[in-house]
């Protein structure tokens, strides 16, 4: 139904355009008769009048469109067809008032006055954006077999009915099917290598951008395409100005007959064994542009199966001749508790070390966001855009661990050493010490921030002057507090610092306790003014020039009490507490109880506050050139920076009073090129640079953290702004015909005065202390290439191709404490992987229909270290998959996927397994309208869901996994409806 549709569309467009192009062959532009020697002599004052047509949802230009202009009496005065890019121009016009008539098959026409009088030269009609007619796109509807994806322009897009779904099936399942994009370690979608910013619906903002809401409750099957493109920022897109802050955007286009009524859905579900649960709601009011959506979702059935998450919304997209409003309220409430474990393998100079760690953890989260938008337009040269947002969250965590770290591969001993880490150290003296600890901690954070927008097109074309003032203001409370109990299993000098004295204990297999209580409160503001200007200097030829000031000021306090096993009493009396004998006094159990106790001290050499002012500029000129063929901006920038610091210690200020301020400055090109072989063949390259700040806590002299005394932080108030050059490009080619797509993306990246740690090794305790310092050496680079065709003359096979490689250089320091010397490290890692996937469909007139997907994927992480002692370091992961949809004539559906890994390469032997996973549903729609699914859907049949993940930076690697919830059995009843034009559906 829909290829015929397409098809149907499609012929009359082309016929209408051929009818178009035949009349102005044949005569030109129609033009009145008027008589030469007025014409000659300048009475009659003429102007040429253009202009441009549009898709109003999905912004395309309407090649073809028809243009007729009549005066007041229907007597056509001037007619034409828009060009491939969807201009018209109406030339010679005599002035004077008429009636002017823009439309295109499939599309409601509009009328409007065009007022020429006392004009002349030429006149810019505002841009004209036609609605699709829901009545006349909704006659032609015939079955077809419809491409997967095609590229328009810089645009892929995807048909959502080319890829079948369960009945009842959310935005979120049907964004995973689609070829190019993937879901990475830390559940971000990224498209052909690019991560995915944000998700719009119809070209708008929806929810403000929260991901979850949208693709959590939107029902899959309103979405008739999903367009996956680099959205230009709001400035660049009001005024052309290339500013360079693109981001890669996942845009949902609505099913045409659904933009007209009321729709939603309410399902409940619930699971067992594992008390499983999951509701959620959406009623929504499409009107044309006009959006209105209420959400609301509970479950515990995501992630990892660990986390009750609580979520609701609402939000209104207005869309007025002169004015678009766009605003959302949005809530969210989670509670998590989790366990995790992990091995990793520090690169250290002497010979490698080897911790194992087993963490539990839990979070309460309760949070709410407002955001706005209004986009006022009154009249073709001004552009007004005002957005405030707010933000508030409140939350408490706790987090309670166990590790120990060894000299040599605990795994060529045991499957299990946390638990006989002892055993390990008796046995085979290869322990360095084991660690518990706890800690608890509450937060409340709030922030205002405002932005303001104006844009002035001044007469002559392409002339524009923009001002851009924004600002914000964010307020944080943090209430910690942390027990940390070190067992240290070699023979060793413990120097000590406690109330700014340097205390040295002989100890023996000693235990040695710490506790703080931290009180950090920390606000910050910030403002923006930007003005930018573009000057026409050619045809389609621009210089723009920008200039940006910021400013941002935070301030960060530090109120640190401390118990210590030694301390001096307040008459300098050195005393050593009950506790710390081992009487046990103090544990990890009641550690929190001796708060108000005398054994609580303020802890002088963190106490204080720190503040940092920082004033960044930028300075940009290029020329802009528009071409058929081609877009070239090109330019470079300044970026002057200045940055102070302030720090205090102490509560008068007397242990440390320092202040240090810096000037930096950055000069790059920028340039973005985009060539267009045709709308299914571009090409596209952008180099942009960025400047990154440096954490303000990381820029505190001395001491930041030592409530563990195996990992002592130190901050550093001379970290330097870091400077990132940026280098993206892509090339995507598509043949409709064959229903055949290319595509090519290549991303680079190198950072200057990147931060990391240094960090120097304590061989008797196997405590490290670190320090943030700045590097240079740190790059990235990724290619991915998208493969994806139909197959046979009926299109019922498809084959699809992902293929990508990612690479990082990451550097390091080390300070070998022996020799007296900072060592320089680099570890590199190269991560391959390729997924091919084969599918069947078929849809049969007895009403069977019929999707089979098989496939496979392999990654392969290779690492290396020019530390000599960093050791297995490559691991393979083999995949395999199948899943097949059925629908019966009878409007039941099964569905079925099995996936199967293999891991090889892990120092954890267990983690070097087979993991098939095998889900399977029923459902069944009943009642008229078949508004009501019935389904059961058992999650994990094999009961072998697992979560392993590898980490490599520049002095370690780490393996880690987390529980997860495995088999059970979910029951679930979705009521659907819908008034669509008057009709119920």
């Given at each position: 139904m829909q290829s015929i549709y397409i098809m149907k569309k499609s012929i009359l467009t082309i016929i209408l355009a051929f009818c178009c192009a035949t009349l102005a062959l044949a005569q030109g532009t129609y033009s009145p008769s008027k008589s030469a020697l007025e014409s000659a002599l300048g009475l009659v004052t003429t102007v040429n009048v253009r202009g441009t047509v549009y898709d109003s949802q999905s912004l395309d230009v309407l090649p073809g469109a028809q243009i007729r202009l009549a005066k007041p009496d229907g007597t056509l005065v001037a007619g034409t067809a828009a060009n491939e890019k969807g201009q018209y121009v109406l030339q010679k016009v005599p002035a004077g008032t008429y009636r002017i008539n823009i439309s295109f098959i499939g599309y409601k026409a509009q009328n409007f006055t065009l007022n020429l009088e006392k004009k002349s030269g030429n006149f810019k009609v505002s841009d004209v954006l036609l609605r699709e007619d829901a009545t006349v796109m909704g006659e032609a509807v015939v079955q077809g077999k419809l491409a997967e994806m095609t590229v328009v322009d810089d645009t892929v897009m995807y048909n959502a009915d080319a890829f079948k779904l369960p009945d009842g099936a959310v935005v979120e399942d049907l964004i995973k099917k689609l070829p190019g994009i993937t879901i990475d370690d830390d559940g971000n979608y990224v498209f052909n290598g690019k991560k995915v910013s944000q998700f719009l619906v119809d070209g708008k903002e929806?929810?403000?951008?929260?991901?979850?809401?949208?693709?959590?409750?939107?029902?899959?099957?309103?979405?008739?395409?999903?367009?996956?493109?680099?959205?230009?920022?709001?400035?660049?897109?009001?005024?052309?100005?290339d500013d360079g802050e693109e981001e890669t955007v996942l845009d949902l286009i609505i099913k045409s007959g659904k933009k007209q009524g009321w729709f939603g859905n309410v399902e409940g579900a619930y699971g067992f064994p594992q008390d499983r649960y999951q509701g959620r709601f959406n009623v929504n009011r499409f009107k044309g542009d006009n959006k209105f959506s209420v959400v609301g979702n509970g479950n515990n059935t995501g992630g990892n199966g660990m986390t009750d998450n609580q979520s609701g919304g609402l939000t209104m997209n207005i869309q007025k001749k002169k004015i678009e409003l766009n605003g959302s309220a949005t809530g969210n409430f989670s509670q998590s508790s989790s366990q995790s474990w992990s091995n990793s393998q520090n690169f250290e100079l002497s010979s490698p070390k080897f911790n194992n760690n087993h963490n539990w953890s839990g979070n309460n989260n309760n949070g709410f966001n407002f955001q706005y938008k209004v986009e006022w337009r009154p009249d073709s040269s001004w552009n007004f855009l005002f957005r405030p947002d707010f933000s508030w969250s409140k939350g408490s965590s706790h987090n309670d661990s166990e590790s120990a770290q060894f000299n040599a591969d605990p795994y060529q001993y045991t499957d299990d050493p946390l638990g006989l880490w002892r055993k390990l150290e008796d046995d085979y003296n290869i322990g360095i010490n084991h660690r518990r600890s706890s800690s608890r901690n509450e937060n409340s954070r709030y922030n205002i921030n405002g932005s303001l927008q104006i844009n002035k097109r001044l007469a002559k074309q392409g002339r524009n002057v923009t001002l851009n003032l924004s600002g914000g203001y964010g307020d944080t409370q943090t209430e910690s507090n942390n027990y940390s109990q070190t067992d240290y299993l070699q023979s060793i000098r413990n120097q000590m610092i406690v109330d700014g004295q340097t205390v040295y204990i002989d100890v023996e297999d000693s235990i040695y306790h710490k506790v703080q209580f931290n009180n950090n409160p920390s606000n910050n503001y910030n403002f923006t003014a930007q003005l930018g200007y573009s000057e026409p200097i050619a045809d389609q030829t621009y210089l723009q020039f920008n200039y940006r000031f910021n400013y941002r000021y935070?301030?960060?306090?530090?109120?640190?009490?401390a118990i210590y096993d030694n301390f001096f009493d307040d008459y300098g009396a050195f005393v050593v507490p009950p506790f710390g004998d081992g009487s046990g006094m103090i544990n990890i159990g009641n550690y929190r109880d001796y708060y108000d106790s005398p054994y609580v001290k303020d802890d002088t050499l963190q106490l204080g506050y720190t503040t940092n002012r920082y004033i960044n500029q930028e300075l940009r000129a290029q020329l802009r050139l528009n071409r058929t063929k081609y877009e070239l901006t090109v330019g470079g920038n300044v970026q002057p920076q200045y940055n102070k610091v302030d720090n205090v210690r102490g509560k008068d200020g007397s242990k440390m009073n320092l202040h240090t301020s810096r000037t930096v400055w950055n000069a790059s090109p920028n340039v973005n090129f985009r060539y267009k072989f045709s709308r299914q063949e571009t090409f596209n390259f952008r180099y942009s640079g960025s400047t990154g700040q440096p954490n303000i806590t990381d820029m505190v002299e001395g001491v930041l953290s030592d409530n563990d005394p195996l990992n002592i932080r130190y901050g550093n108030p001379n970290l330097k702004p870091s400077f990132s050059h940026n280098i993206n490009s892509d090339y995507r080619r598509t043949n409709v015909e064959a229903q055949r797509t290319n595509s090519l993306n290549m991303q680079f990246r190198v950072t200057q005065n990147s931060t990391t740690n240094r960090t120097e090794y304590n061989e008797e305790t196997g405590g490290r202390v670190s320090q943030p310092v700045n590097v240079n050496g740190n790059w990235s680079g990724s290619l991915s290439y998208n493969f994806n065709t139909a197959m046979g003359e009926m299109k019922h096979w498809r084959v699809s191709n992902d293929m990508s490689g990612n690479f990082n250089n990451n550097i390091g320091y080390q300070y070998n404490s022996k020799e007296k010397e900072t060592v320089r490290t680099r570890t590199n890692s190269f991560n391959l992987n390729e997924r091919l996937r084969l599918t069947y469909r078929h849809d049969w007139e007895s009403g069977w229909q019929l999707e089979a997907t098989a496939g496979g994927n392999v990654r392969y992480n290779i690492n290396r270290s020019t530390n000599p002692n960093a050791q297995k370091l490559n691991v393979w992961n083999f995949g395999g998959n199948f899943n097949t949809h059925l629908t019966f004539p009878w409007g039941m559906q099964f569905n079925t996927d099995i996936s199967t890994t293999k891991r090889a390469g892990y120092a954890n032997a267990a983690a070097n397994n087979i993991?098939?996973?095998?889900?399977?549903?029923?459902s069944q729609r009943l009642l008229p309208k078949k508004i009501l699914t019935l389904s059961i859907r058992w999650v994990d049949i094999l009961d072998q869901r697992d979560d392993l993940n590898r980490s490599v930076g520049a002095t370690s690697i780490s393996?880690?996994?987390?529980?997860m919830v495995s088999s059970y059995v979910l029951f679930t009843a979705n009521l659907r409806f819908g008034f669509f034009g008057g009709r119920r559906r």
């Open positions: 929806f929810f403000g951008g929260n991901r979850e809401l949208i693709l959590k409750n939107l029902p899959a099957d309103i979405v008739d395409k999903v367009k996956a493109y680099d959205k230009k920022s709001d400035r660049a897109r009001i005024t052309g100005i935070t301030d960060n306090r530090r109120n640190i009490r993991r098939t996973i095998w889900n399977a549903s029923l393996d880690s996994h987390s529980q």
